[in-house]
């Protein structure tokens, strides 16, 4: 019985935000929202060359203390805006700080253009991981925001059905 969830995400601009607070209004789960001692400003427009090398770089930024063990969940959804056609670099960060590879795990991405390749190398950073379900998001602030968020809820309730 799979009772106990866990939503794990970073967002500069509020779309993966809404789409992980969509994620616990329809599943009740934890969410750990994480935050970079030092994040980019998320108003300046230096913020794509800067947040696009960090990326780029692969680099693991040092996050404000973590609130949840993942260990204590039974599932766990992963989300992470697209920054240079990759991840970004806090979710880099609790990758090392968490093997998730122990529980199912259901990941998505929000993007202005496309997820896919964003996607595939976020699922070469956890090869061992039991991926029970993906999912993208474009721009869902801007983008049919009441839609998306029905999206992310009817997706969140599938995978949970899958696994009971
Ligand atoms: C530094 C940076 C780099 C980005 N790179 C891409 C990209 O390569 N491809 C893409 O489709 N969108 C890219 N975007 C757009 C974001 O992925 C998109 O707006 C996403 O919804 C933002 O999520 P957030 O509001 O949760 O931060 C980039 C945004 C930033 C700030």
Redesign the pocket.
């Known amino acids: 019985m799979v009772n106990k969830f866990l939503i794990v995400y970073y ?7 809404l789409i992980a607070e969509s994620i616990k209004e329809q599943t009740g789960a934890d969410i750990e929202r994480l935050k970079p001692i030092k994040d980019l400003n998320s108003e300046s427009g230096t ?2 060359f ?3 090398m960090h ?1 780029k770089m692969k680099q693991k930024p040092k996050l404000e203390p973590l609130q949840h063990d993942p260990n204590d969940y039974d599932l766990i959804f992963l989300g992470t ?5 990759t991840l970004t670099p806090p979710i880099r960060s609790y990758l090392k700080l968490h093997d998730l590879s122990s529980q199912p795990l259901a990941i998505w991405n ?6 896919i390749k ?1 996607m595939q190398r976020l699922k070469k950073e956890i090869p061992n991981a039991n991926i029970v379900g993906e999912n993208t998001f474009t ?1 869902p ?1 801007t983008n049919d925001p009441d839609g998306e968020v029905k999206r992310a809820k009817e997706w969140a309730a599938e995978i949970i059905n899958s696994l009971e």
Not at 11 to 16: A, E, I, R
Not at 81 to 85: F, G, K, S, T, Y
């Open positions: 967002s500069l601009t509020g779309n993966t935000h913020r794509f800067w947040g696009g990326a805006p697209v920054w240079a056609w929000c993007a202005a253009g496309n997820g964003a721009d602030l």
